[in-house]
């Protein structure tokens, strides 16, 4: 087995653990419920909105989704935009989970991608060769380029193709 399979067996035995832990806690108390539910909230939006290149901080995140209110600072609509459509995506995909015949399809998949989109925008993109360019992105199509993204430490993490 190749290290980044061992890595990923490894992983999911831990997921599992973990997941016998939080089993072994049930039935949880509504409140604890909610502490958690409220955490896991916040870090997935948070963290898959970082991913993107979103500049909201976690507590301006928290602002956002719980308090409703405008963080101060450069953030622009969008930002925001996205954060709070990305929360309804994952409500949505919350409520999916919760019946276990709901099969996943691809009209959900583009569903959940009409949520987060918001609407069509364009985003600054470079060519293969280095040029700088743009690129409109629409809400429910399948993308028709390849796209990544520049980590902090000016890496470029490349999504999966088209």
Known sequence: MTNSAENLQQR????????????ALQPMRREDEERLWKKLRLE?????NHIEGNTLTY??????????????GSHTVREIEEMKAHDVAVALV?????DEKRELSEADIR??????LVRPFWKEAVTPDGQP??????VGDYKKH??????PNGEMFHYASP
């Open 12 to 23: 999911l035995k831990e997921v599992d653990a973990r997941k016998k832990e939080l089993d």
């Open 44 to 48: 997935w939006n948070y963290n898959s």
């Open 59 to 72: 507590q301006e995140t928290e602002l956002v989704l719980i308090f409703d209110q405008a963080p101060n």
């Open 94 to 98: 919350r409520d999916w989970a919760s």
């Open 111 to 116: 569903d959940l991608n009409r949520i987060l």
């Open 133 to 138: 360019t743009r690129r409109l992105i629409t």
């Open 146 to 151: 390849p796209n990544s993204v520049r980590l």
